[in-house]
C-alpha cells in the first residue's frame, strides 16, 4: 500500500526554466516531509525538507511547499540546470522513524 | 571520505548461498538502516536500528538477518538467496534530528541472484 505516491514518472524542462515536481500522501500521521535526488549506481542525496508545520521551505534554487489540507507537497526549482537531471524522490516520516518513498520522478534538463 | 559505505558495490551469487553486506557510517548518527530498492524502483525500509537495539523489522523473510555490532556498523546477512532477491540493497543513517538533516544513504549494493 503505496502511502506516497509520485504520479509523474518523468519530466523533461528547458534549462533556465522552472521544475515542478509532484508528490501525494494518504497518511495524516506524517510530520516530516523529504526530497532526495538520485543519480544512477549511486545513492539517494537529501535535498530538502519540510515539517508538517510549515507550508514552504526554500534553500537556493529549491523550494518545497506543503499543502496537509490536501496531502499534497511540490517542490520547485528555479532555474533549472543540467546538473539537476535526476531521479527525484518524495519520501515522507512520521515519528517512527521509517520513511516511506515515492516511486521517483526523472528530471531530464535540455539544453 | 565517505559518510556512508557499503561493500560489495555488486554481488552476483547463486540461489541457495548466504551472503553478506555490511555497512559503515561515520558520521557519529544514532540510527542506520536497510532499505530495498525492487525491481520498480520503490525504496522500502527493511530494518532500522538506534544504537544497536533494532527499532524496525518490516515484514522481511527470517532469511535476512541485520546485525549491528557498534552503532557505527549494520550489516546484512542473507541466508538461502532466492531469484527474489535480486535488487539494491541501500544502507543509510541519520541523526537524532531526522527530518531537518535528512537520512544518509550509502551508494547501494546490487545483488543479482542467478
Known amino acids: 500500500d503505496q502511502q506516497v505516491k509520485q504520479n509523474s514518472p518523468s519530466l523533461s524542462v528547458q534549462e533556465g526554466r522552472i521544475s515542478i515536481l509532484n508528490c501525494d500522501y494518504t497518511n495524516s500521521m506524517f510530520d516530516y516531509f523529504l526530497w532526495y535526488k538520485k543519480y544512477p549506481a549511486e545513492g539517494p542525496t537529501f535535498l530538502i525538507s519540510?515539517?508538517?508545520?510549515?507550508d514552504k521551505n526554500e534553500d537556493g534554487r529549491f523550494t518545497v511547499f506543503l499543502n496537509k489540507s490536501a496531502k499534497h507537497l511540490s517542490l520547485h526549482i528555479v532555474p533549472s540546470q543540467p546538473g539537476d537531471s535526476a531521479v527525484y524522490f518524495c519520501a515522507a516520516s512520521s515519528n517512527d522513524y521509517k520513511l516511506s518513498f515515492g516511486a521517483g520522478t526523472t528530471v531530464t534538463v535540455r539544453a | 571520505d565517505t559518510a556512508v559505505s557499503q561493500t560489495p558495490k555488486y554481488l552476483v551469487t547463486q540461489m541457495g548461498n548466504d551472503k553478506s553486506i555490511k555497512c559503515e557510517q561515520n558520521?557519529?548518527?544514532?540510527?542506520m538502516y536497510w532499505y530495498k530498492q525492487d525491481s520498480k524502483k520503490f525504496l522500502k525500509i527493511m530494518f532500522s536500528?538506534?544504537?544497536?537495539?533494532?527499532?524496525i523489522n518490516e515484514t522481511v523473510p527470517n532469511r535476512f538477518s541485520p546485525k549491528s555490532p557498534d552503532k557505527a556498523h549494520l550489516n546484512l546477512h542473507i541466508n538461502s538467496l532466492e531469484l527474489g532477491d535480486s535488487a539494491v540493497y541501500f544502507c543509510?543513517?541519520?541523526?537524532?534530528?531526522?527530518?531537518?538533516?535528512?537520512?544518509?544513504f550509502g551508494s547501494g549494493t546490487r545483488l543479482t541472484v542467478v
Open positions: 558520521l557519529g548518527h544514532d540510527t
Open positions: 536500528y538506534n544504537n544497536k537495539e533494532l527499532i
Open positions: 543509510a543513517s541519520s541523526p537524532r534530528d531526522r527530518g531537518t538533516y535528512g537520512y544518509t
Open positions: 519540510i515539517s508538517s508545520i510549515k
